[in-house]
Every structure is written in C-alpha cells, then in structure tokens.
C-alpha cells in the first residue's frame, strides 16, 4: 500500500498536528484572577507595612484581583482549620512554621516545590539557606519564610546591672540566679519570665529546656519526652528563681504572658526579663531605657538526654499556598512578590521588627549591624545557626505544650516538683497524642 | 371552612421558625451527637468509634476538674446572678428620680463587647499593674496586691463575679418589670392583713413574678453555660487549669488540639447536663411556673 500525498496536503496536515499539539500546550501567560491572603501575627510595625508593600503588589499585578486580611496569631490554628472545614480557605496563608507538620499532615497546604517552578531558583538565591530550611517537611518545601524568631533570649536593663555591680549580662545559669537576686529590690524583682498558656510563653521556656538537651517530643518512638532530664532541670531553673525570691510573685507570672512581661520591662518593673529574639518590638520599650539583649543564658552542666541547641526558631511569617487553592499561579506570583529583595530588606533596614532577617540583603543592612552586631558577625561568619533547630514541630504538637504549660503553671504557683509535673504532663500528653495519631 | 384555612395559616406563620430551629438547632444537635460517636481527628473521618471518645474523656484526669469547674461556673453565676438580680430589681422597682436614671444605665455591662469586657476586667484584676489590688493594698487590707486571676484558689470565682456582673442587670431589669407589674391592690390588701414588707415580698410579689422568675434563672443559666469569650480572654483556663470550663476545654480539644470527636462528647455531655439541670429545677418549681404560664 503506496501513501499518496501532494504538497498541499502536507501542508495542511502538518498545520493541523501543529495548532493540535499546541493547543495542549500549557501557555506562558500572567496570573490573573481572585487571590485571598490571610497573614496571621506580627509587630504592629509590620502590620502596617505588610499591606502596604502590598499595594506594591497590586500596581505590578494589575490582573490579580488582592483581597488581604490580618488576624490575630493566636487565633491562626482555630481559624485556619475553620477555613479548611468550610471550604473557605484563602489561597495564602502567611502563618507560623511549627504548624506546617499538622497543616501537611491534613491536605491543608500543598508542597510549593511542584507549583514554584523555575521560582524556586530565585528563592533559593534570596533567602539564607538555614531560613528557607525551615520551610522544609518531609524533604519538601512547604511554606517561604521571610525571617524566623529565636528562642530562649534575655533583655537587661544594662543600668540596673551596672548598679548591683556587674558589667556584662549573665552567661550561665548560675550567673543568672545570682545576678537576678543581686538586681532585685523590694518594689523590682531581679527578673520576670511569662507563664501564661499563650503558645508564645512554651517556646520561650523550650528555648531554655533544648539548650539542655531536653525534648519535648521522640518522633522516632512516638514519646512525649517531657519528664525527661533535660527539661526537668530547666524547669527546675523557674522554681530556682521564684525561690530565690528574684521574681514576682508565681501568682502573678501565670497571669501575665510575652507582651505584657515585655511592658512591665519597659516601665522599669523587672530588671530582666526572658523572651524570644524580638526582645525589643515596640511594646512600649521606651527609648531612654539602656538596655541590652542577649542569648540566654547556657546550663553549667548539660543534662539533658539529647544534645543542646543553641537555638530554637521559628518563620513566624512563613507564606504558605493553600492545597484547596483555585488560583496557585497568582499564590506563587504573591510568594515570589514577597521573596523579593525589596521585601526582604525591611526586616534588616528596620532592625526594631526585631527578627532574624530571612533575606540575604537585609544582612547587608548598616542598621542591623549597628542595632545587632553580634548577630550580624556571627552571620558573616557563618556561624548564626550554628546549632540552631527549628521550633518543636509535628502532629499533636499543641498538645504537649498545653500540657508541658500546665506543668509551667504547677510549678511556679508551688503546687508541684518540676519532676511531678512534667510526670503527670507526659503522661496526660502522651495519651493525647495516641488518640491523636491513632 | 373558615377554621381549617385558618389552621393552614397558623402553620405557614410559624414554618419559619421550625425551618430556623431545625437548621440551626437540630441539624448541628445531630451532627455532634453523631461526631461524639465518631473517630473524628485531624480533620479525618476515621469511622465509627462506638463510646471511645466518651471513654477517652472518662480517663482523662484533667476532666473532672473541669466538672467541678463547670458546676461553680454554671450554679454559682445563676444563683448569685438571680439572687443580686432579685435584691437590685426590688430597689429598681420603687418610683424616684434616681431608679428612674439607674434602669436607664444599668443595661450598660451588657451592651459592651465581650472582649473588651473581658481585657478590661483582666487589667483591672492584674496582680501587678491592676487597680483592684493596688486599691485593696492601699487600703492596707493586704501586704502585696493579689493576683485574681493567677490564684488558682480565687480565679473561678473572679469569672464567676466578672459574669454576674454583665449578666445581672438584665435579669434585675426583667424581674423589675415583674414586680411593678403586681397590681397595688394586693400590697394594700396584704398592708390591711398586717404585712410586713418581708411578707409582702414573700406573699405578694414572689407568687406574681414566679413565671418571671423561673424564666430568667433557667435564661440565665443558659447564657452562663454558653459564655466562652470571658474565662477564655480572661484566663485561657489557667493558671494550671484551675479555670479550665466545659465551654474552654471543648474549645481546647477541637480547635487546638484538633479532636473534633472528643470536643463532640463533651459537648453531648455538657448538654445532657444542662438539660437535667433544668429539668430539675423547672420540675422543683413546676407549680408556680405552671400557675405564672396560666394566667
């Protein structure tokens, strides 16, 4: 059998399979259409200028109809899973990295590495290494940070120090006790730490827990680890204090969390007081107050059944797409918007947000240097991260540091050991988590 | 004829509230019954569970504090917000230039958001910077200002104050209403026999305004065992759980925790317990609200 063709049938036949074969053809075109963003948390300051770089946004991608909403941080988990129960998800969600585990682990987001693209490549280039890691899960990207919080760090009124006779902040945990007993007068306490159940009051306490080599959770054994050395003797350190009488009163630190211990700072209410890397977000830090904030201080002796961190962080405004999204390309057009250096230089040109800036260029910053110069050489020299682990995340995290914040509370209000009630932490979380993960 | 048109009438007046009480009463009703039987975490339906959430919440130790909790929380704020409500209505009851102005005000705990109801009490009753235990240590009354809301021994009961007084000056308005509604002739009849004002009341005015009055303390205890927004801003159910509610720890176990059945039987339990509060106390009371119904 011959096959007869003439040129004009070839033509036209081959002009047939080519409009045919491009038809399927994805095509290159802007993002377009309806895009929810819903960020949840942050410093007043960057409240504010988040959605008005957003506008920025907006004049470049005249074609992507924005609709931005701020919500408190709190309340991100609550309103999150009533978005995703309801079908009302916004397409962006920018929240907290230690929820990417629960939020994977229920098909509420969707891995970024398979809708990026050739963004990837970009991000890859912007954004430390060590902070775009903590967007990571199960060896995929998850979420984009623009910068993370650390865990356990200290504010000294430097002046205050400067009048009980020392010179530096305290290194140790001995040093601590010893300098916040000397700080201390009748109407001051030494020190304040927060011990309210605010989510915010636990990552401080396990900033201080890891770095003696406690954990909070195995997921290789699936054990809640609380009762465990490393965060026994840490919380042994809270009662330490509180008996040292260097502290308010336990009463009164069960019923005043992050924000508000922040303040009783500023006004001179505590010559020092535990948080996390934001020590100096304006909460009411008043400029003539001379203080200085450092890492907190490390355990005499590691006794904790893992090794210590130096570190605990977190990308507090990680931005994660939506696995319900019905727009991605305009989600990944916002995500990349954001993983732009203009973006990302806020946080190193603003030093006061207070956070580990997660772009390069911002480390480039005078500001930053001179506000943490600390911070700035040990990033040059590459060894900020040195040591460094993310926040504890995985499935039923909530319910061991509800349950570790009930232990806190016991302790400091006197009603147990550290050793009692982390035993009976463990134990009520470890049931929870069974139940949880079945 | 004229009757059964009517009758359909009737019906169709009254279909709107059956379709609002079926869609937003019944339906979610049965929708966490069925999810209290269920094995519902994460967000997955992982199948029927038989009681293993109810046994679940049986094991765990924190619950019977909540128990407790829940019963100062629920008994104490009706009782006292009925009983302050009753005392502040009687005086609201009497005709002057000041009563007049002061049923006019009162309503005003009511009408303020909750949060903001609930930020302003936590600063007032602050430990450290609150102006109740600075004034209270002024006065000399205590060495060092006491923390309300971080006393473990204290705290229930500073919720339970903080909801009396939102919730009482409806119930005193509502019980005021009652008692000027009890016609003067039957003060005077009672004056005639030789009452004095305590038998008057008791007489005279608790019979009149008995429907009221049953209405209102089963209302209350309603509203008191819905109220989420106050313990949760106030407390988050501490200090170590010592403020940890039905209402907070259903909310702890659904929307931290994400244990959807396990909030589901507390929630089954919560109501059954309401339902048999007020079943008690409508069938303690039964006649004299029968005999208010009647009238």
Redesign the interface.
Known sequence: MSLRMNRRSFIAGSTALATASLWGMPQARAASGALSVWKFGGTPREVEFWPARDEAFRTANPEIDLNYSYFNGQIR??KI??G??TRNLADVIIAFGQDIP?FA????IQPLDAIAGDRLAGWRERIVPEVLETGMHEGQLYGLPTYVDMASFLAVDMDALAEAGFDAPPKTWSELREYAKALTKPDRPGIAFP????PVDINIFEGIAYANGGRIFDEETGEVTLAGPGVVDALQLYADLIADGST?????????NFR?TAQ?FAQG?AAMWIGLSWLNTPWGTPEELNWAGSPFPRPDTVSGNYPPVSALMDPTAILMVSARSENPEAAIEYLDFWSQNEQLALWGAAPEYSRIPGGKVAWESEELANRWPDWVSAYNEGTLFDGAQPLPRF??V??VE?AL??AI??V??G?QTPEEALT?AA??AQ??ID??R? | MKLRSDHWLAYGMILPVVAAVLAFVVGPTYDVTTLSFT?F????D?GFGGLVNFE?LA????FATVLTNTGIWILGGTVLCVLLGMTVAVYLARDSKLTTFLRAIILLPWILPDVVTAMAW?WML????GIIGQTVTDLGLTE?T??F????DLVMWMLVAVVVWRKMPLVALILCAAIRSVPQEHYEAARLDGANSWQQFRFVVLPHISFSLTAVTVISMIWITAEFTLPWVM???????SSQIMATYI??QS?????WG?GSAMSVVNLVVLVMIVSLYLYVVRRSWRSGAAK
């Open positions: 988990r609550q899973l009533a995703f129960q629960e682990g229920f098909d509420m011990a309210t159940t605010a308010p009163p336990g009463t009164a630190m069960t019923e005043t508000d009783l209410r499935i039923g909530s319910v509800s914040a009930t509370q016991q400091v209000l009603q009976a134990e009520a049931q929870q139940l949880l079945g | 094995r975490i994460m967000g997955q992982r679940a094991s765990d130790p924190q936590k602050h430990g450290q910077v060092r006491i923390s809301l971080g006393d473990p407390t988050g159910g501490g200090p170590a759980n909310y702890q929307f931290q925790f994400f244990n396990v």
